[in-house]
């Protein structure tokens, strides 16, 4: 079983619809938990951060977090076109800085 | 600031030549990392460093990788002898040690 798992997609949603996208995790003691975006041939770049069971919002993007079910989601509401890239769910443990990520998923938003 | 820097962009060389990825963190920031990246293992952490001490080296896939950290400007990693399995895009990251992950640019290394 992978650390952190995530559906490779490709995920396609029309201009405007909300996105959303899921990554479970394996360590249950692990703390912070953070999905980052990364653009086709970029590298990746912090969109959302969470470290408490329930949803954080950040203007179009909203983190939940349920660590019972080990479970961290994403959605984006009124998404756009440039909103297409790959998704990554990343995990840090307890202990130590050690941050993993998942394979990510790619998402499509179609004009 | 200029962000964290790696080199070269592009690395192309023969399966069993030595390769040498590097990367200059941002200053300040006293954590770096290792990711490799490929389509069907996704994003890989090989090794991380607080304050130039490597602290988890568990992703280092075998002897033929090897990453130094000299001082807290400078880290590189090298793989030796290179094979064509090891072609990949190689990240470098660091973080003032809060929650972000800042990323280079990246090496995409091709091992003919």
């Known amino acids: 079983q992978k650390e952190v798992e995530q559906n490779s997609g490709p995920l396609s949603v029309p201009e405007g619809a909300i996105a959303s996208l899921n990554c479970t995790y394996s360590?249950?003691?692990?703390?912070?938990f953070f999905w980052y975006r990364q653009y086709s041939g970029k590298s990746p770049e912090l969109i959302m951060s969470i470290y408490s069971n329930g949803d954080k919002e950040d203007g179009r993007f909203t983190a939940q977090l349920n660590k019972a079910s080990q479970y961290v989601s994403l959605l984006i509401r009124d998404s756009q076109p440039s909103d297409s890239a790959t998704y990554l769910c990343a995990v840090r443990g307890s202990g130590g800085f050690k941050t993993i990520f998942g394979a990510g998923t790619r998402l499509f938003v179609k004009a | 600031d200029a962000g964290v820097i790696q080199s070269p962009r592009h690395e192309v060389t023969e399966m069993g030549q030595e390769v040498t990825l590097r990367c200059k963190p941002i200053s300040g920031h006293d954590y770096l990392f290792w990711y490799r990246q490929t389509m069907m293992r996704g994003l890989e952490l090989l090794i991380y460093?607080?304050?130039?001490?490597?602290?988890?080296d568990s992703g280092m896939p075998e002897d033929r990788f090897s990453a130094k950290m000299p001082n807290a400007s400078f880290s590189t990693l090298k793989i030796q002898p290179s094979e064509p399995r090891d072609s990949a895009v190689y990240f470098c990251a660091s973080s003032p040690g809060v929650e972000k992950l800042f990323f280079g640019s990246g090496t995409q290394l091709s091992v003919l």
């Open positions: 360590d249950r003691v692990s703390q912070s």
């Open positions: 460093f607080n304050n130039n001490v490597p602290i988890d």
